[in-house]
């Protein structure tokens, strides 16, 4: 019987990789001696950029494996951000957990269970199974500091950040924070996210935050990063001048209103300047999506609906817009590349500091989420 760390992303293409690429860290250190094993759940956060990834990760790494939870139909509740909706459909899977490990025991010798912090409310049902239990957060150091530090905030206001307009807080080891700075889900106190960090820290419920070990960065290679075929956009990229391009992405679930699109679309047309831009279906579209064979299938959304009129046409000689996803890392490491308006997830931060395309500019619009 196998020893075998198993692993439990957050639902979305920048949580898996990340976990995935933890996995490949332990692997690389301690060679032959454990095989990894990826859970995941399965409904409504699916994507084909996730199938497509987790088939070639199957494909050329043997010793990393996935176990997907039984499918689990859920309803967004359309009074909760997306992100509070994704911590819903996790909690609802909490159950899946602990007989995931059980069942994965007849076979391997589960020696630790690695938690995406997003998945915080399994930390007692893993625990409690009597296997060492840590978590892993994406975050920057920084993010963390601060999340870590909300339970000692809370007790000095009971006001929401959103509420303190000109109020700076000191957390120790960051520079000054303005409160509305906080990242966005945490600016309501009356949130569940929020009310989540408060009690527990993001970490333990009964007891002081655990030791911090900082391992990172972990990117993946481009390769891994890209389907099995060029990328049409990447293609598009080789016919560019050097440096030229903008390239706008903002994470896995970085979606804006149609006004919000139509608002960027007349700045990049404004321009004059090349673009690259990853665009998601706008959150009131979501709602338009089927079931087949129990994995969700989102519609193809039109471009031009959701577009200034005109805008693809009159921009098509020096612009392309990709709908969804592209080869993130791909694209960041192409010479054509100059600049990368992002969500600033930290994810995207580093894929873009390693390929250097942050030394040509990296913007972010007001909107700070985890990625």
């Not at 979305?12 to 490949?24: A, D, T």
Request: with cysteine; glycine share 6%; net charge negative.
């Amino acid at each position: 019987m196998k020893d075998a760390i198993v692993l439990y992303p957050a639902p979305g293409i920048g949580h898996l990789v990340s976990m995935v690429e933890l996995g490949k860290l332990i692997l690389s250190r301690y060679d032959c001696e454990f095989s990894i094993i990826v859970l995941l759940t399965t409904g409504p956060f699916d994507s084909p950029a996730t199938t497509s990834y987790i088939d070639r990760i199957s494909q050329t790494t043997s010793s990393i494996s996935f176990h997907r939870f039984p499918y689990l139909p859920f309803t967004a509740s359309p009074t909760l951000s997306r992100l509070a909706n994704m911590f819903e459909f996790l909690s609802l899977n909490d159950y899946n957990v602990p007989q995931s490990l059980q069942q994965l025991s007849e076979a391997s010798s589960i020696r630790a269970v690695i938690l995406d912090s997003f998945c915080t409310s399994a930390f007692p049902l893993a625990r409690g199974l009597g296997i060492p239990t840590y978590f892993f957060t994406a975050f920057s150091a920084a993010a963390l500091a601060a999340i870590l530090y909300l339970p000692t905030i809370h007790k000095q206001t009971t006001k929401s950040f959103k509420d303190l307009p000109t109020t700076v807080f000191h957390i120790p080891g960051l520079p000054p924070l303005l409160a509305t700075h906080m990242i966005e889900p945490l600016l309501d106190r009356e949130d569940r996210i929020a009310l989540m960090a408060i009690t527990n820290g993001e970490c333990v419920t009964d007891g002081p935050s655990p030791s911090v070990y900082c391992i990172g960065p972990l990117i993946a290679d481009a390769g891994e990063d890209a389907p099995t075929h060029k990328h049409d956009c990447l293609s598009w990229l080789d016919q560019q001048p050097s440096r030229s391009v903008v390239f706008l992405c903002f994470g896995s679930r970085g979606s804006f209103s149609r006004e919000q699109v139509k608002e960027i679309a007349n700045g990049l047309e404004r321009s004059g300047e090349r673009f690259l831009w990853a665009v998601k279906s706008p959150p009131a579209d979501e709602k338009r999506k089927e079931i087949r064979d129990e994995i969700v299938v989102w519609d193809d959304f039109d471009l031009d609906d959701i577009m200034p009129e005109g805008f693809l046409d009159r921009t098509k000689d020096r612009g392309m817009v990709v709908k969804s996803w592209v080869p993130q890392v791909a694209v960041l490491r192409h010479q054509s590349v100059g600049g990368f308006v992002t969500h600033c997830g930290w994810n995207s931060v580093l894929e873009a500091v390693s390929a250097g395309s942050a030394n040509g500019g990296m913007a972010s619009p007001r909107r700070t989420t985890p990625e």
